[in-house]
């Protein structure tokens, strides 16, 4: 039986979720609050800007801002049994994605196989099974969705599992989350459907029109297209599709995937990016997460809010490309290791198994709160491992309140000790330290610190 480590979450409220949060000028705004206690909460903003209003009832702030800046406000909510209360940043700039997007993509569990209900279901169960009260926000849909043809004016349609794009889009922004859709800069994505070459101001209108918010950029067949392998050739479609996405009336985040080629991480911003994958596609074993998971070294100091390093989906729970799904093959050890690196890593996280059969483990591994600000974290620093051996591992995060995230794992085939001495992390003396898993304090250390960690698993720590 997989081992759940994490207690469930109270009665009393308790606002989860990113700190900071960034919205274009005079564009659509879509916050929901992210929000844990018994039902039925009631929601609070003071200080909204101008142009935003709340629905108390259901917590999504929305409208939309005029005027750039930065403004605090102040959320609370409250229910028969207390109130919790805290700041949220709003910028209104050019930046998005201030903190790394969460939220779930079809592809490794329907693979091209999506469909319009399948999408709406995974809406549907991400708020029923309660993941939207800890900040997972987007519903993207990837490969599968396109027609063979364009319309008659070249405008790219949905084939005939998508009859109505902006019905779905409707669907998911009235529970107060995002929308996510896909193509490639290639005449054909990588499923062989119909891609957006020469069509790129086009079908940037047209996704801003469906009310879209988010669009993964594949690289696929437009290898034909590009002259070479050099970085101009590699950053040209991706520098006119960022082109396209400015000049429509929505906030698109930009999310680059091309594998990592030229080192990508040390241009993806600049060509507009808002993430970028940084290697091939991630299957569910131990090799293929460890292997991207552990090697998300030479990209380090590139990640930051509004562009992030992407190590790809995550592969827990029911995944299989679709149609025919099966439980990950990672064991539970293996999957603490994989959501506890995702975020030390600051990496987007998006779910890639079907929400609508999501078991306890599964759902207690992706509602842990503790875990998931150190993925939210406004500093937006990326772990570094400070210690390594053949057996073990120890990463450091740099949090934003001076604190540090600490991801001590176990990579040998036996349950053993890993330790860590203070020294290694740049720090002396005592300290009190908590296990984010668990969400227990463990005490105060002097020096060093170490735990028993199972064969492929992860003691998470932050260090205060
Ligand atoms: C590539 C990408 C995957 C997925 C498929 C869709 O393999 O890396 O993440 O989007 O294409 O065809």
Partial sequence: ???????RAGDIPRINGARVYGQRPGHPFLFLIPATGKEPLTYAAENLPEGLSLDVKTGIISGAVKKAGTYIIHLSVSNEKGKDSRDLKIVIGKDLALTPPLGWNSWNCWGLSVDAEKVKAAADNMLSTGLARHGWSFINIDDGWEAPKRAANGEIVPNEKFPDMNNVTGYVHSKGMKMGIYSSPGPLTCGGYLGTYQHEQQDAKTWAKWGLDYIKYDWCSYSHIAKNNSLEELKKPYIIMHDA???????????????????VWKWGAEVGGNLWRTTGDITDSWESMSGIGF???????????????DPDMLVVGWVGWGPSLHPSRLTA????THISLWALLSAPMLIGCDLTRLDDFTLNLLCN??????????????????????TYQVWKKQMEDGSLAIGLFNTGNTESVVGIDFSKLGISGK?????C????DLGEFENHFEGKVPSHGVLLVRIR
Avoid at 1 to 7: D, K, N, Q, R, S
Avoid at 333 to 336: G, V
């Fill in 1 to 7: 039986m997989p081992y759940i480590l994490t207690p």
């Fill in 245 to 263: 996405l400015s000049k429509v009336d929505r906030d698109i985040v930009f999310s680059l995937c091309q594998y990592g080629m030229g080192e």
């Fill in 295 to 309: 090697n998300q070294t030479l990209n380090t100091q590139f990640a930051g809010p509004g562009h992030w390093n």
């Fill in 333 to 336: 050890s293996e999957q603490y």
């Fill in 369 to 390: 709160d503790e875990v998931l600000d150190i993925d939210q974290d406004p500093l937006g620093k990326q772990a570094a491992p400070v210690d390594k051996t053949e």
């Fill in 431 to 435: 300290h009190a330290i908590r296990d």
């Fill in 437 to 440: 898993w668990r969400q227990k």
